[in-house]
């Protein structure tokens, strides 16, 4: 006899993290988990090894001063940020908050793949809207789809995997469409390597709307992916409910210590974050130089839609020393990382466009 569990689990599967970079006689890359290719600045290693000598005891739990200093930088009240570990543990905690069995959760897909496990997670219903031809957010067909029983609406800006971004104007009107007691989510994981000047900037839309609530990760940006540290701005009524289903103690001290290290050093990392949006700018005009129609991606990645060609490409990736995030029979997207996994990234993405146009030769 097992154990009983939850019936609504059985259409769920475990989150897939981004595999290694495969075996290979030369270099290879880890393109499949949009890390940031950077350690972490000299500085910030610096403050994490003065902490470790602290772990012994338990992190500040309301993270005060690293609360404090989001709230400064963010232009909004320390009531108003809940810290957890990464973004996506604040996700969960923001579902949770708002949904409960039966409620609806109404997001796009493709997008980010532990949308569905944590709202599955939360006893909840996903309710996933395809995304236009253009592989963006259809803001039309979400709002359609809000109901009695919709307690909360993703959007994911830039958009993972595709890297497509909303207009500001379209998101304002999602916005006023929607009924002022319905949770919107703008998960703004990669909004520092957003460049279109008509995409929304969550923070300057907080504050103009009660239901906002806003995602950000130290993950990408700041390079601390391994640390667990995200947060959202949320309006202080909604952000009391989510601390009460947060992890108790979710954001270790050494994250803390390094998040803060990584808000005074923002000038350094801004630069990086430079370093890579001009990567991602040449690459993307290489890939069109190859023949690939792609929509701009604002992410630190770009998104190959290899379609029934995906496994061949995820091979002819492997030749080269470099994974990707493979979504079977869709496409792959790949992370834009160090400099020399440009050239086997670009030389894959033409072997694999040769295939798609001329077949039936693999790609070599
Ligand atoms: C769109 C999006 N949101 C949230 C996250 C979660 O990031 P983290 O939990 O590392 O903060 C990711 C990670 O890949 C992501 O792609």
Known sequence: MTVRCRVDLGRLAPYRPGPPAPPHAGPAFKLSSNENPYPPLPSVQEAIAAALGKVNRYPDMAASELTAALAGCSGVTPDEIVLGAGSVEVASAVIRAVAGAGDEVVYAWRSFEAYPQLVIGAGAVPVEIPLTAGLAHDLDAMASAVGPRTRCVIVCNPNNPTGTV???????????????????????????????????????????????????????????????????????????????????????????????????????????????????????????????????????????????????????????????RVFDGEGIRLTVGEEDSLPPLLDAAGAIWEFIENGPARPA
């Open 166 to 324: 909303v207009t500001e104007t379209a998101l304002e009107r999602l916005l006023d469409q929607l009924p002022p007691d319905l949770a919107v989510v703008l998960d703004e994981a990669y909004c520092q390597f957003d460049v279109d000047p008509a995409s929304p900037r969550g923070l300057a839309l907080f504050g103009h709307h009660p239901n906002l609530v806003l995602l950000r990760t130290f993950s990408k940006a700041y390079g601390l992916a391994g640390l667990r540290v995200g947060y959202a701005v949320a309006p202080a009524v909604l952000a009391a409910e989510i601390r009460k289903v947060a992890l108790p103690f979710g954001v270790t001290d050494l994250a803390q210590t390094a998040a803060l290290a990584s808000l005074a050093a923002e000038g350094e990392l801004t630069d990086r974050v430079a370093v890579l949006t001009e990567r991602r700018s040449r690459v993307e005009a290489a890939l069109a130089r190859q023949g690939w129609r792609l929509p701009a991606s604002q992410g630190n990645f770009v998104w190959l839609p290899t379609g029934q060609a995906t496994a061949a490409a995820q091979s002819a990736l492997a030749q080269r020393g470099l994974v990707g």
